[in-house]
């Protein structure tokens, strides 16, 4: 029997024998309230039997608890099959980097270079990922390799942006093989791990605003938003994938959408977005924490460079300030802003895989850039900046400064909004 058969078989048993219990011992009201006192241990053992179906039949826990069971399978399984002086043994401490010590010399600039990150999480992201890259192999051909490896491969690939030629001569595996890694880490990575980039609850929003706040002395700033490209090599010559991308201070991310044609204009991109149509239906950014600001009442914004259009939830620079002007204080508060902006998408371009011309199909090119999207904010949760930009050059910053576009003039709250805004700002 596959393991996706025998996975579905036990989780399918689990969660019947748990029912059959249930009905068996049926729970008292007390164990679904919100005290934690029982009066019998009859009633601990209703309140264990019940978060426990509760548990097994979300269907994220089964498959996690099934992957995890196999996983162990396989491990005792290899465990059998090694040679007991084989360095690489699972009870040796850093034994998942043990067996890569043939691709990669166990040092911190061999790790920083080979896998943009260090050693410690590259060891943590192996133990978190392990039964999702175990659970799969390409059909009618299994891989025999242990998920360290399978790690290994799809983090070189997106790390430094080496064809498959060269992985599967430095991993030993086919080219084929290779690639199966790697389309397989980053569909594990963008299906299961997607909300490390997902748009921030009310609660972190909070947060996020109170950082801008300390730091500019604007309130109620939910993130920075701009857009980069991406160049994609294809059979019928090369093309252009545009990202749009929210980060905070620290320069997290907090939402990506990637996958739209790199002719299209940044304005263009943000109003065909879906993070654009969800805060003009106000499902995003609706707090109904009113901020006055000489009187006038500033909601949750986002800031933008000048390709974007001005608008009450998304603040551009102004036009032609004045030397010594508040307005001139906003646009450069403005400017420091997008700093982080910058660094996160100067970071992404650290991952070799996008700083070049993408060989693969458009598709996975797309999958690369949330992959790396979602690793970048696993390192920065992680401390480990081995991939990330730390200086900006003045250029850089420069090229970003463009006119903004005013949009509608007959947008008189934007105007006011900004206007406002621009008393508070500070360096």
Same mark, same amino acid.
């Given at each position: 029997?596959?393991?996706?058969?025998?996975?579905?078989? @036990?989780? &399918?048993?689990?969660?019947?024998?748990?029912?059959?219990?249930?009905?068996?011992?049926?729970?008292?009201? +007390?164990?679904?309230?919100?005290?934690?006192?029982? &009066?019998?241990?009859?009633?601990?053992?209703? !309140? &264990?039997?019940?978060?426990?179906?509760?548990?097994?039949?979300?269907?994220?826990?089964?498959?996690?608890?099934?992957? +995890?069971?196999?996983?162990?399978?396989?491990?005792?399984?290899?465990?059998?099959?090694?040679?007991?002086?084989?360095?690489?043994?699972?009870? !040796?401490?850093?034994?998942?980097?043990?067996?890569? $010590?043939?691709?990669?010399?166990?040092?911190?600039?061999?790790?920083?270079?080979? /896998?943009?990150?260090?050693?410690?999480?590259?060891?943590?992201?192996?133990?978190?990922?392990?039964? %999702?890259?175990?659970?799969?192999?390409?059909?009618?051909?299994?891989?025999?390799?242990?998920? !360290?490896?399978?790690? =290994?491969?799809?983090? /070189?690939?997106?790390?430094? $942006?080496?064809?498959?030629? #060269?992985? &599967?001569?430095?991993? =030993?595996?086919?080219?084929?093989? +290779?690639?199966?890694?790697?389309?397989?880490?980053?569909?594990?990575?963008?299906?299961?791990?997607?909300?490390?980039?997902?748009?921030?609850?009310?609660?972190? %929003?909070?947060?996020?605003?109170?950082?801008? !706040?300390?730091?500019?002395?604007?309130?109620?700033?939910? $993130?920075?938003?701009?857009?980069?490209?991406?160049?994609? #090599?294809?059979?019928? =010559?090369?093309?252009?994938?545009?990202?749009?991308?929210?980060?905070?201070?620290?320069?997290?991310? @907090?939402?990506?959408?990637? =996958?739209?044609?790199?002719?299209?204009?940044?304005?263009?991109?943000?109003?065909?977005?879906?993070?654009?149509?969800?805060? #003009?239906?106000?499902?995003?950014?609706?707090?109904?924490?009113?901020?006055?600001?000489?009187?006038?009442?500033?909601?949750?914004?986002?800031?933008?460079?000048?390709?974007?259009? %001005?608008?009450?939830?998304?603040?551009?620079? /102004?036009?032609?300030?004045?030397r010594g002007s508040v307005e001139e204080n906003f646009n450069n508060v403005h400017r420091l802003m997008r700093v982080s902006s910058l660094k996160a998408m100067t970071s992404l371009r650290n991952w070799g895989v996008l700083s070049r011309f993408i060989e693969t199909e458009y598709k996975i090119a797309v999958a690369c850039i949330g992959a790396c999207s979602i690793l970048h904010n696993m390192l920065i949760m992680r401390e480990d900046y081995s991939a990330f930009c730390d200086e900006l050059d003045d250029k850089v910053?420069?090229?970003? +400064?463009?006119?903004? @576009?005013?949009?509608?003039?007959?947008?008189?709250?934007? /105007?006011?909004?900004?206007?406002?805004?621009?008393?508070?700002?500070?360096?």
């Amino acid at each position: 029997m596959n393991s996706r058969a025998l996975a579905a078989l @036990l989780s &399918s048993l689990i969660s019947q024998l748990l029912i059959l219990l249930l009905i068996l011992f049926p729970p008292s009201n +007390s164990i679904t309230s919100n005290t934690n006192s029982f &009066s019998s241990p009859h009633h601990n053992f209703q !309140e &264990s039997l019940f978060l426990l179906l509760r548990h097994f039949l979300s269907t994220t826990d089964i498959a996690a608890a099934s992957l +995890s069971f196999l996983s162990l399978s396989r491990k005792r399984k290899r465990a059998h099959s090694k040679d007991p002086d084989d360095p690489g043994d699972d009870s !040796e401490p850093g034994s998942r980097l043990g067996r890569l $010590g043939s691709v990669v010399p166990r040092n911190p600039d061999s790790f920083k270079q080979f /896998f943009r990150m260090n050693a410690s999480t590259f060891e943590w992201l192996c133990g978190l990922l392990e039964p %999702l890259l175990d659970c799969r192999d390409p059909a009618g051909s299994p891989l025999n390799l242990p998920s !360290e490896s399978r790690l =290994g491969i799809g983090l /070189f690939r997106l790390a430094t $942006g080496a064809d498959y030629t #060269e992985i &599967s001569s430095r991993f =030993g595996v086919s080219e084929g093989d +290779s690639r199966f890694c790697v389309k397989q880490l980053c569909r594990v990575l963008c299906t299961n791990y997607r909300f490390w980039v997902g748009f921030p609850s009310q609660t972190e %929003l909070d947060s996020v605003s109170t950082r801008f !706040e300390t730091l500019t002395g604007l309130p109620n700033c939910c $993130g920075i938003i701009s857009c980069t490209r991406f160049h994609v #090599e294809r059979t019928n =010559g090369s093309d252009s994938i545009a990202a749009q991308i929210v980060v905070d201070s620290s320069s997290r991310i @907090l939402s990506v959408i990637a =996958g739209f044609r790199g002719n299209k204009t940044d304005l263009q991109i943000l109003k065909s977005s879906s993070l654009c149509k969800d805060i #003009e239906k106000g499902v995003l950014l609706n707090s109904q924490k009113h901020i006055a600001v000489n009187e006038v009442i500033v909601p949750q914004y986002l800031v933008g460079n000048g390709d974007y259009s %001005l608008l009450p939830w998304l603040l551009v620079p /102004f036009v032609d300030a004045d030397r010594g002007s508040v307005e001139e204080n906003f646009n450069n508060v403005h400017r420091l802003m997008r700093v982080s902006s910058l660094k996160a998408m100067t970071s992404l371009r650290n991952w070799g895989v996008l700083s070049r011309f993408i060989e693969t199909e458009y598709k996975i090119a797309v999958a690369c850039i949330g992959a790396c999207s979602i690793l970048h904010n696993m390192l920065i949760m992680r401390e480990d900046y081995s991939a990330f930009c730390d200086e900006l050059d003045d250029k850089v910053l420069d090229n970003q +400064s463009r006119a903004s @576009l005013e949009g509608n003039l007959t947008e008189d709250k934007a /105007f006011v909004i900004r206007k406002a805004l621009a008393t508070r700002a500070k360096i």
